[in-house]
């Protein structure tokens, strides 16, 4: 006698299987790559709009690893010190 947990349907192994996590948002979903390159982009724009005071952690730490953004370098280090609350050397 067969238990109705070891039964399987006909119709399951027709399907395909169903995929896992939210439907992509533009009908194609991104790649690592694509995601990464977006969040660089916002990253880029947010250090550019924003005013120094208002640099995150994550902002000043890419404004000193990233060549063109090296006359903020100074600013994103006084930050930085800002955010761990070193006292300042003024």
């Given at each position: 006698?067969?238990?109705?947990?070891?039964?399987?349907?006909?119709?399951?192994?027709?399907?395909?299987?169903?995929?896992?996590?939210?439907k992509?948002?533009f009908?194609?979903?991104?790649?690592?790559?694509?995601?990464?390159?977006?969040?660089?982009?916002?990253?880029?724009?947010?250090?550019?709009?924003?005013?120094?005071?208002?640099?995150?952690?994550?902002?000043?730490?890419?404004?000193?690893?990233?060549?063109?953004?090296?006359?903020?370098?100074?600013?994103?280090?006084?930050?930085?010190?800002?955010?761990?609350?070193?006292?300042?050397?003024?």
């Amino acid at each position: 006698m067969i238990g109705p947990l070891n039964k399987q349907s006909p119709k399951s192994s027709c399907l395909s299987p169903i995929k896992r996590g939210r439907k992509p948002m533009f009908s194609e979903s991104m790649s690592a790559s694509e995601r990464k390159a977006k969040q660089r982009r916002e990253q880029d724009a947010r250090i550019m709009d924003l005013p120094a005071s208002e640099w995150t952690e994550s902002d000043c730490l890419r404004i000193m690893t990233t060549k063109r953004f090296q006359p903020f370098y100074e600013f994103a280090w006084q930050r930085i010190g800002q955010i761990k609350h070193y006292p300042s050397q003024d």
